[in-house]
């Protein structure tokens, strides 16, 4: 089946140390995005990319750090430097340059810091 | 900076009725403007997409309204029913040097009541 898959679904880090969360799609899209979900917040942008090593800063990027080595791999690292970890993750995907069509979400990962 | 606002957080009404619901944006001119819908801890899915110069989109009891003037779009859910229980999320697209990435809304919780 196509899709998305983020893991794990559920994380625990202690306060200092780095995490990486992971989001696999085989949907052969080039565009991968990741979002941060805080109640009452709605989805916001931390990092993007459209193509194969080729990344972008979102609104929050600050704290978080992204590779994109494979086209279908596209794993976010919540570094110590993060003030407020705590939170609900989603990767999505889409064809290059999103403008006109849909993505597609990962599970999300709730992470949350101990 | 550019801004998508959906003015009400929570919508509550009975089984049968309609509900609609508001997304407003600023700083901005998207062409396109997405639905989603997100169930409690789960990835938001994609519901309709509507371009600047289709004034209306329908799918099955969904119906998507796009008022460039006003920059307003509006989602409304004919026939309410217990299982449209939801958190429904607008989005539009932002392109910039960088490439486009999704932008969304807060998010308007609707309830539908038996």
């Known amino acids: 089946d196509g899709g998305i898959t983020q893991s794990p679904k559920y994380l625990f880090r202690k306060e200092g140390q780095n995490v990486t969360l992971s989001c696999e799609q085989n949907?052969?899209?080039?565009?991968m995005y990741w979002y941060r979900q805080d109640p009452g917040q709605g989805l916001r942008l931390i990092y993007y990319?459209?193509?194969?090593?080729?990344?972008q800063k979102g609104d929050i990027a600050e704290g978080y750090s992204v590779s994109r080595e494979k086209k279908e791999s596209f794993p976010l690292t919540v570094t110590s430097a993060q003030k407020n970890p705590t939170a609900f993750y989603l990767c999505?995907?889409?064809?290059?340059?999103?403008?006109?069509?849909?993505?597609?979400f990962g599970q999300g990962t709730r992470l949350t810091v101990v | 900076s550019q801004k998508i606002e959906q003015n009400s957080e929570a919508l509550n009404i009975q089984e049968g009725k309609t509900a609609t619901l508001t997304c407003n944006y600023t700083n901005y001119s998207p062409a396109y403007l997405q639905w989603y819908r997100q169930d409690p801890g789960r990835g938001p899915v994609f519901l309709l997409l509507?371009?600047?110069?289709?004034k209306e989109k329908r799918k099955e009891r969904l119906k998507v309204t796009f008022d460039t003037t006003l920059k307003q779009s509006l989602f409304h859910i004919t026939a309410s029913q217990p299982a449209d229980s939801a958190t429904y999320l607008c989005a539009f697209s932002r392109a910039n040097q960088a490439g486009t990435a999704l932008i969304f809304g807060k998010g308007t919780t609707l309830s539908v009541s038996s």
């Open positions: 999505a995907s889409s064809t290059r340059d999103s403008l006109n069509t849909e993505a597609f």
């Open positions: 509507i371009r600047e110069n289709e």
């Open positions: 949907l052969n899209h080039d565009a």
């Open positions: 990319s459209q193509i194969v090593n080729d990344f």
